[in-house]
Structure formats: C-alpha cells, structure tokens
C-alpha cells in the first residue's frame, strides 16, 4: 500500500500538536525518519486509524492531552526548556490514545492498551507521568485511580516520584485542581481522586478500581500477578487506560514478552485489535544480522529522542565498551538499542529464529508425510517433550518443520514459584497437563502411537533415561526406536544444523512460545574442536523441547550420511 492510499488531511494549524503527530507518523513512512519496521507499522496504523468508519479521530482531545503534558515541567536531565517539549514520536502515541474514539457514541476512547518499548533515556518516565497526571486529573472521570505499579518498591517509585514532582512543581495546576501532594499518595480533594505507587505481590491487590494503570519496565516483572491483577482491575470504568512503557530485556517465558508478542502481531496485521496502539522501537533484522550495532545511524532508528536526550557521544562510549566485553555488549543491546537477547552468552540469534515463526503452519497439513519424532523424557516430575519433524524440499533445498509437545503434572503447574507461564500455556493449549503429582507416561505412549495414525514415523529419537518401559512398549508396537544419548558425539551435529538451518530460513515452527523461550535458554558449551553441547543457566530455565528437536535432527541427519560432518574418531569437525 502506498502512502497515498492512507494518508489523510492535515488537521491545520488549530492544532498543532496533533499535526505534528501526523507529520512524524508521514515522514516515517517516507523515511524521512530513521525508523524500524515496527515503527512504520506503528506509524502507519496510526494513520489507517484515520480512515476507518467505526471510529473517528478528534483532534481537540488529542491536542488537550498534548496540551497538557507539555505544561507539565521538566524534573530530569539536561533540557533547553523549563517545560516539557514533545517531540513527534511522543505526539503520535498520546494522539492515539486520547484521540479516537468510537463512532457509535463519540465518547468512549478506542484505545485502553498502549504498549510502547524504547530504549533508556528517551524520557519513558516524564512522559508516562505525565500521562498518569492527566488521567488523574483532566481526563473527567470521577473518582480516578491511578497507579504505577510494579513487583518491587523501587521500581514502582520510578513514574510516580516523577510525576509528585511535576505535582509539587506545577502549582497552577495543584491548585486549579484541588490537588495534594503527600509522600505516597497524590490526591484529588473534590473528586476524591488519587495517584498511587504499587508495589505489593499480586494477590494483595484484590479490590482496585483503576480508571489508569502504569506499568514502567514490565521485562523486569518476574511474575505476571500484578500485571492480571491490574489488567482486571479496569473493569468498571469509562475509559480505562493500561500504559506500558518498557525496555527490551531477556526473560521470554514473562509476561512482558507475552504482551509484546501479541502486540508484534497486531502491528503485523496477524491479528486484528484496535484496542491497542503498540510501537516498538528497535533495530531492523538486517542490522542485526549484519551485527551493524556501532552506525550511529542505527543508534538513531531504536532511539527516537536520538540527541535530544540520547546523545550520540555517551552511545559511542558505551558501544566501545560493548566491543570488547559480551555482558557489556548484551547491556547494549537491550537498553540502547532495544534488542532481547538472552541472559548470558547464548547460542542461537534470537531475532533470526523469530522469523522462522510461522502462526499459519497447521501440522494437519503434513497428514500422509514421513516424521520423525524425537524425545525428551527426562523426569516424570518435570517437563517432557515430544518434537515431531517433517522435511520438504523447497528449491532444491531442504527445509524442516517442527511441531513440539509438551507434558508436565498439573501439581507442578500450579506450582507458580518456578514458572507462572505454565497455567497460562496450558490454557492456551500449548502445554498438556496430566493428572497427579508425576507425568502419566501413558499418555505420551498413546499420543505417539496417535501420529502413527496419521504419519509415516519413520523413527522415534530418544534418550534411553527414564525411557525403558515406554521403548519396550512402542518397539513391540513396531516403532524403530534410536538412541540418542546426551553426548557431544550424538548433539554437537544436529546442534549446528539446526542453528544453520535457523540461518538461512529453513527451519519452521508454528511459533510456539514455548519452544522460543527454551532455544533462549540454551547456553553452549564447546570443546577444544569447537564440537558443542547444549547447556542452561539456571534449573528453572528449561531446554527439554530443544533436546527433543535435536534427537530428531539427529535422525534425519542420519538418514543422508555423505553429509556426515565426523571424523573418522568419531568426533564433530565442523
């Protein structure tokens, strides 16, 4: 689609702001802006917004709020200007959340969800507080409850100390509107109103009636309790607003990648919910691929305030410390350039397997095609996976498809200490509980005498631990069963195959979170012939799916064996 097809009359002088907004959104899309690929879908949503017949852009409200939030005073950093200035980027994100609204009664907002991840220092706390005062105050709901939340008391001071200074600051404001600036509370006397940091475990939260919610730095939320606690807490209002505003960070099975997957999608146009208005400001693939991460043209796209509050000489300092150090480098790339990455020296490139992600893949349509399956039987109280692998042969090339399983007991699932996600899969159908305290191996017996049914299993890959019974059943059932031990000698080459493959755009999942967040966990472990092994940081970081998809790479490798890469001791020479 051109711009052409979407773009929409100024909105004039009268308003500036919202112009603004629109002209960023315009030249971002006309590269006239350094911008990513999902800041131009950001950006072109915006404008698409414009266009539709159920809802109807309003620029006075946008240019209040607009209004607003540059009346407030700056409390942080180095600025040319006693009040807040927003630049186009931060325009564009108020206009799309305090502009739209719902054609069939013009008082209802469109958007109760804002997602927006940016790297530090591109004033994410100002503008978030800001936000909250106006939601407080301006926004006209009676009694509203504002809050900044977060697992930890420091974290959730971040906004909201921010936002008491402006408070205490802005004296016109405190006084036009009643307003009570008190150590842990901001109060609205004539509306009873009020503006309040929370920080407390999730369950403690119950009875909230939150009109906004304000959640900085969500990738450090450990747990998604207060996130769901809050997110039902908006129930009751007119028009709530939920406002995240995050960096990028490491843990994949949280709640803050949960939401910024969704979002993705939407900005995607996989999925289709204009309740939200996402924008993600990061690297594009290419330059990550091309590890381009010292251009400060680079620097520029994942940075929008780029030397207004981000300089490039402090970049540039950091960028040289990343070179030479790789816990500096991963610093770099989550908060300056916004990039996941994993939590030690890892060993798969995240952002290339996210473009082996596929949601349309639909193991029904490989009904009739040969399979291999492979195993991760570790522990009857654990996480066992079952990977089924199927090649085709596309452009004379090979390409593999994976489709993973996952078993655990429904006493661990509950068990949130170690992995909150768990309950949260296993209602979306990602995770299969079984009943009791241990796995009911039965169950994957039969699932596997199921794919039977329904493909030419040539093998079965497993790892003889805790799998001699399942293997006598399936052998006599006349399932060829392959041992694949947890050696160097059986990993090392299925493990570069798959990341190979993963390179060049040949391996396929139905982009299975789970699947993502264990290739995140594996850490490498390499000996003097650069032979390697899969390894994980910590317990609760989990791996099982990855060794299911290796024992059956290990298969398929072995049914072409002039591909070999052993020597002829027996070793991986890669």
């Known amino acids: 689609m051109s711009l052409d097809e979407y773009a929409i009359e100024p909105v004039g002088d009268t308003y500036p702001l919202a112009e603004k907004a ?199 939320h450990k747990t998604r309790a207060v996130y769901d606690v809050l997110e039902t807490a908006m129930g009751a209002r007119r028009n709530p607003l939920m406002f995240i505003i995050t960096t990028a960070g490491v843990n994949r099975a949280g709640i803050c990648y949960e939401v910024r997957s969704y979002a993705l999608k939407v900005l995607d146009e996989v999925l289709q919910d204009w309740t939200l208005f996402a924008v993600v400001y990061t690297i594009d693939e290419k330059d990550a691929e091309k590890k381009d991460y010292w251009n400060p043209k680079v620097w520029a796209k994942a940075n929008p305030n780029f030397n207004i509050s981000v300089y490039e000489q402090e970049l ?46 639909d193991i029904e349509d490989f009904k009739g095609e040969e399979c291999v399956i492979g195993l991760d039987l570790a522990s009857k109280i654990d996480i066992n996976a079952k990977a089924r692998m199927f090649r085709r042969v596309i452009n004379a090339q090979d390409h593999y498809y994976a489709f993973l399983e996952y078993y655990l007991p429904e006493a661990r699932v509950n068990e949130s200490d170690e992995n909150d996600q768990y309950s949260g899969w296993a209602q979306a159908g990602w995770l299969t509980t079984t009943p009791g305290e241990v796995i009911d191996m039965d169950q994957i017996e039969e699932d596997i005498i199921a794919d039977a049914s329904l493909f030419k299993v040539k093998e079965v890959g497993f790892d003889p631990f805790q799998a001699t019974q399942m293997v006598g059943h399936l052998a006599e059932d006349g399932f060829t069963m392959v041992e694949v031990r947890p050696t160097v000698l059986m990993y ?77 001791r027996g070793l991986v020479v890669l």
Request: proline share 3%; aromatic share 10%.
């Open 22 to 220: 629109q002209q960023y959104a315009k030249d971002v899309l006309k590269d006239k802006i350094p911008a990513c690929k999902w800041v131009k879908a950001a950006a072109k949503r915006f404008m698409l917004m414009q266009r539709r017949d159920d809802m109807v852009f309003n620029p006075y409200e946008a240019e209040r709020a607009c209004n607003f939030i540059q009346s407030m005073p700056h409390v942080k950093g180095r600025w040319a200007t006693r009040t807040i200035q927003l630049e186009g980027w931060q325009c564009m994100v108020i206009c799309a959340i305090f502009g739209f609204y719902w054609i069939k009664d013009l008082t209802s907002r469109v958007v109760r969800l804002s997602y927006i991840e940016v790297p530090r220092k591109n004033a994410k706390s100002t503008l978030a507080a800001a936000i909250g005062l106006y939601m407080l105050a301006e926004d006209g709901e009676e009694g509203a409850e504002v809050y900044s939340a977060a697992t930890t008391h420091k974290q959730s001071l971040a906004i909201f100390d921010t936002a008491k200074a402006m408070a205490r600051r802005h004296q016109a404001f405190a006084e036009a509107h009643d307003i009570v600036v008190q150590s842990h509370e901001i109060k609205v006397w004539g509306t009873l109103g009020k503006f309040e940091a929370l920080h407390a475990q999730g369950e403690t939260l119950d009875g909230l009636n939150a009109s906004c919610n304000l959640i900085d730095e969500l990738h450090a």
């Open 316 to 361: 540039a300092r950091l960028a040289s410390k990343a070179r030479v150090s790789n816990s500096a480098l991963n610093n770099f790339l989550t908060k300056h350039l916004n990039v996941w990455v994993n939590a030690s020296t890892a060993w798969m490139d995240m952002m290339r397997l996210e473009k082996c992600a596929d949601s349309k893949l």
């Open 492 to 568: 090392s080459e299925p493990m570069k195959f798959l990341q190979e493959l993963v390179y060049s755009g040949r391996f396929h999942y139905d982009g299975d979170p789970i699947l993502t967040w264990m290739i995140s966990n594996v850490m490498v472990k390499m000996d003097r012939k650069d032979n390697i092994f899969p390894q994980k940081e910590f317990p609760e970081n989990k791996i099982d799916g990855v060794i299911a998809v290796i024992s059956a790479l290990n298969r398929w490798i072995a049914d072409k064996p002039n591909e070999s890469v052993y020597d002829e």
